[in-house]
C-alpha cells in the first residue's frame, strides 16, 4: 500500500465508524456507539505526616536533591485464590530496574519496605471519613487495610496500603444523579522521573502521603456529564479546606466504554479540561476496534489460529539494507522483518485523531518488550519511511498474499522475543474486540497504551494492620459540621445575584465560606464580596505572582480596615493590587501611594458645573448617557474609596437633568 491509499484507507475508515469532532457532538452521537463512563478521582489530603510512618507529607524536592538511591527488581505473588494478576506478570515481563531516588528529609526505612507500617494517621482517617460522609456513603463499622498489587515500580513495596471506608453514595448533578461506588483512603505512590529501556526512576517525597479515591458507577452518559462529575466531586473534596491543591495534588482516572467495547481506564488526568476530549476519542478508538474486529473475523473466524512470519535482516541482506534497517544494525540492534497475514488495511485503519491501528503495536512495543521509539516501521505508513517498491521486497521474502502487511521491527537482540511475542498477542487481541487495559492521556485528546487493566487477582489482606473499628459516637461527632453541599452552594451563589461563569473558580478555590465571613463581618454585599473575588482578585491573581507570605488572611484584614474606616469597598480592588506583592505594607503607605484623599459626595459634586460646561465645550456627541459616563470618568478616581460609585452616578446624572 503506497502513500496515498494508506492516506485514504485513514479517511475511509475514520468515515466508517462515523466518526465526529467533538465540536459537533451531539447526544445522539454518544447513544449511537454506547458511550458510557464512570470516575476514579484521587485526592490528597493536607495532614501533617505520611499515612503509614511518621514523616512529613508535602516537601518536594529537585530530581537532583537526593541522599541516597535503591534499586529494586519486582516479580508477582500469588493472590488468595493462588492466581497471579494480568498487570504483575505484564510488569515482570519488562524486566524493568527500578531505581528510588530517596531524600532524607521526607523518607524513613517504611518507605523502602524495611519496616513494617505505623498505625494509621488518624488525621488523615478523620478527613477521608468527613468527605465520606458529604458523599452520602454509607460507613464502614470496621476498617481492613489490603494490599493492592503495584509492580510497575511506583511503591516500593510491590503494593499500596489501601482501605475502603464507606460504600453506596451519591452526587447531585445538574440533570441527573450520579452514584458512588466507594471512598477508600490509601497511599500515594512515588513520582516518576524517567523511563527509557528497563530503568525506570521515581522519588519517593510523593509517597506514603494520604490519597482518597472516590469511585462512580459508569453513570455518565456524555463527555460532558463526565467532565462535571469530575469538577463536582473536586469541589466536594475542596470544600472541607482539607485536601492538598496544586498540580498532582487531584487526579482523575476516566474509565470509558462503548457498547460491545470493554472497560478502558484513562490513567492519571491532571486536568478535568482534558476530560470531555479523551473521553471522546478513547469511545470513538473503541468503537473503530470493534470495526477491525468485524473485518478480521470476516477474513478469519478463529483468531487464535492467526500466526505472523518473521525474518532475521543481516548485513548479508544487501537488497534489503534501507536507511532505517542499515542505521539499527549499525546500532547493534536485531533487526526482523514480520509477514501480517490478512492485516492488509487493517495498519493503517483509524483509531484516534493522527493515530492508526498500527500505532497500538508500536506503544506496546515500548511499554512492555521496553524498545524506545521509533521501533518499527510499517507498510501502511502515512508518511512511509520506504519505498513501495521496498516494501515489495519485503513482501516477496514471504511469498505474501495481498491481504497481507508486513512491518520491520528493531531493538537490542534479548528484547525481540517479547517483541514478536507482544505484536502478536496484540493482533490476537484484533480478532477479540478491544482489549481491557490502562492507557496514558495526552493534551490533544488522544492516548496510549501503558499497561494491563489490573483485575480482582491484585488484592489481599495486609498482615502487618489490625482492623479500626469505627464508633459510631466519632461518625456523629465528625458529622456535625460538615460543609455545605455543593449543589447548595450552586443555590447560594446564583440567590446572591453572582455572575455563573464564576462558580467555577469560587468553588475551586472554596471560597464561598470567605465571601460569607466577610459578608457577615463586616457587613459587606455578599454579591460585591463574590464578584470581588471572582473577577477582581482573579485577575490580580492570573497577572501578578503572589509574594510567599501572601494568604487570604491579608484580604480578611483588608475588608476590616475598610469597614473600620468607612471607606467604600470599591477601594479594595486597587489596594489589594498593592497587597498580592507587598503583604506587609501599612494600610496608610498603599493609600498614599494610590493618592486617596478623604472627599464627601459633595466634595465630589462641587465642581460638576464647571466640568458640564466643559463637556460642552469639547461638543461630544449628546445623550443622557454619554454626559454622565464622560463626567464619572473625570471624577471617578477620586471617588473611589470615599463613596458608592452608583449612587454617585444617579447624583450626577440628576444634576444634569436638574441643569436641563
Known amino acids: 500500500m503506497n502513500k496515498i491509499e494508506a492516506k485514504k484507507n485513514y479517511s475511509v475508515t475514520m468515515k466508517s465508524i462515523g ?20 470516575l476514579e478521582v484521587h485526592q490528597q489530603l493536607k495532614t501533617k505526616g505520611k499515612l503509614f510512618c511518621r514523616c512529613p507529607a508535602g516537601i518536594y524536592h529537585d530530581h537532583d536533591d537526593y541522599n541516597a538511591e535503591v534499586i529494586r527488581h519486582m516479580r508477582p505473588t500469588l493472590s488468595e ?27 524513613c526505612t517504611y518507605e523502602v519496605d524495611d519496616t513494617p507500617p505505623f498505625p494509621i494517621d488518624k488525621e488523615a482517617l478523620g478527613i477521608a471519613l468527613e468527605i465520606s460522609l458529604l458523599s452520602k456513603l454509607n460507613i464502614v463499622g470496621e476498617v481492613h487495610i489490603t494490599r493492592k498489587q503495584y509492580l510497575d515500580g511506583s511503591i516500593p513495596t510491590g503494593f499500596q496500603r489501601t482501605a475502603i471506608l464507606g460504600v ?19 497511599e500515594d505512590s512515588c513520582r516518576e522521573i524517567s523511563d527509557i529501556g528497563h530503568t525506570r526512576v ?31 466531586i473536586r469541589f466536594l473534596n475542596r470544600s472541607t479546606g482539607k485536601v492538598r491543591t496544586g498540580i498532582g495534588a487531584g487526579r482523575e482516572d476516566v474509565n470509558v466504554s462503548c457498547e460491545g467495547g470493554s ?45 505472523s512470519k518473521t525474518r532475521e535482516i543481516t548485513f548479508t541482506d544487501i537488497p534489503l539494507l534501507f536507511k532505517p534497517v542499515k542505521e539499527s544494525l549499525d546500532n547493534g540492534y536485531k533487526v526482523i522483518a514480520m509477514n501480517l497475514p490478512l492485516l492488509n488495511g487493517i495498519m493503517s485503519h483509524f ?95 488522544t492516548t496510549i497504551f501503558e499497561r494491563v487493566l489490573p483485575g480482582s487477582d491484585r488484592m489481599y489482606p495486609d498482615t502487618d494492620s489490625l482492623p479500626i473499628p469505627l464508633d459510631n459516637k466519632y461518625i456523629n461527632k465528625l458529622g ?28 475551586s478555590k472554596n471560597m464561598i465560606p470567605l465571601i460569607e465571613e466577610l459578608s457577615a463581618k463586616n457587613r459587606f454585599d455578599l454579591k460585591f464580596i463574590g464578584t470581588f473575588l471572582a473577577q477582581t482578585f482573579k485577575n490580580i491573581e492570573g497577572k501578578k505572582k503572589a509574594h510567599k507570605d501572601f494568604s487570604y488572611n491579608i484580604i480578611r484584614k483588608l475588608f476590616t480596615y475598610i469597614r473600620e474606616e468607612d471607606l467604600d469597598p470599591n477601594i479594595a480592588g486597587p489596594m489589594i493590587k498593592i497587597l498580592y506583592e507587598h503583604p506587609k505594607m501599612r494600610y496608610e503607605s498603599i493609600l498614599t501611594t494610590l493618592n486617596f484623599k478623604r472627599k464627601s459626595m459633595d466634595d465630589l459634586l462641587a465642581p460638576l458645573d464647571f466640568l458640564y460646561k466643559k463637556f460642552l465645550d469639547i461638543k461630544l456627541s449628546n445623550g443622557k448617557d454619554v454626559e454622565v459616563n464622560w463626567l464619572m470618568g473625570q471624577v471617578r478616581r477620586q471617588a473611589i474609596g470615599n463613596v458608592d460609585l452608583a449612587l454617585l452616578s444617579k447624583q450626577i446624572e440628576q444634576k444634569i437633568i436638574t441643569k436641563k
Not at 83 to 107: C, H, P, Q, S
Not at 379 to 394: G, Q, R, V, Y
Open 351 to 445: 483509531t484516534q485523531p493522527g493515530h492508526l491501528f498500527a500505532d497500538e503495536l508500536t506503544n506496546r512495543l515500548k511499554v512492555i518488550a521496553c524498545i524506545e521509539k521509533p521501533n518499527m516501521t510499517h507498510s501502511e505508513e502515512l508518511d512511509p519511511s520506504l519505498s513501495a517498491k521496498e516494501w515489495n521486497m519485503i513482501a516477496e521474502l514471504f511469498t505474501a498474499s495481498v491481504n497481507d502487511a508486513q512491518m520491520i521491527l528493531w531493538g537490542p537482540a534479548d528484547d525481540i522475543p517479547t517483541a514478536i511475542e507482544t505484536i502478536e498477542e496484540r493482533i490476537i487481541m484484533a480478532f477479540a474486540g478491544v482489549p481491557p487495559e490502562t492507557r496514558k492521556s495526552f493534551e490533544d485528546g
Open 480 to 507: 456535625e459540621n460538615l460543609p455545605v453541599l455543593i449543589s447548595a452552594r450552586f443555590a447560594q451563589l446564583k440567590k446572591w445575584g453572582i455572575p455563573g461563569d464564576s462558580f467555577k473558580y469560587l468553588l
Open 19 to 38: 466518526y465526529v469532532d467533538i465540536k459537533k457532538a451531539t447526544s445522539d452521537d454518544y447513544k449511537r456507539i454506547g458511550f458510557k463512563s464512570g
Open 202 to 232: 521515581f522519588k519517593t517525597d510523593r509517597l506514603g502521603m494520604p490519597l482518597i479515591e472516590t469511585v462512580t458507577y459508569p453513570d455518565m452518559e456524555t463527555p460532558w456529564e463526565l467532565a462535571e462529575a469530575a469538577e463536582y
Open 168 to 186: 453506596e453514595g451519591e452526587i447531585e448533578l445538574k440533570n441527573k444523579k450520579v452514584r458512588l461506588i466507594q471512598l477508600s483512603i490509601e
Open 81 to 107: 485464590l493462588g492466581e497471579y494478576d494480568g498487570t504483575a506478570l505484564m510488569e515482570f515481563k519488562t524486566k524493568k530496574e527500578i531505581v528510588y531516588r530517596i531524600n532524607n528529609e521526607n523518607a
Open 263 to 307: 472497560r478502558v481506564e484513562i490513567k492519571g488526568v491532571a486536568h478535568n479540561s482534558w476530560i470531555p476530549k479523551l473521553s471522546h476519542n478513547e469511545a470513538f478508538r473503541q468503537y473503530a476496534l470493534l470495526k477491525i474486529r468485524t473485518i478480521l473475523k470476516e477474513r478469519l473466524k478463529n483468531g487464535s489460529r492467526w500466526k
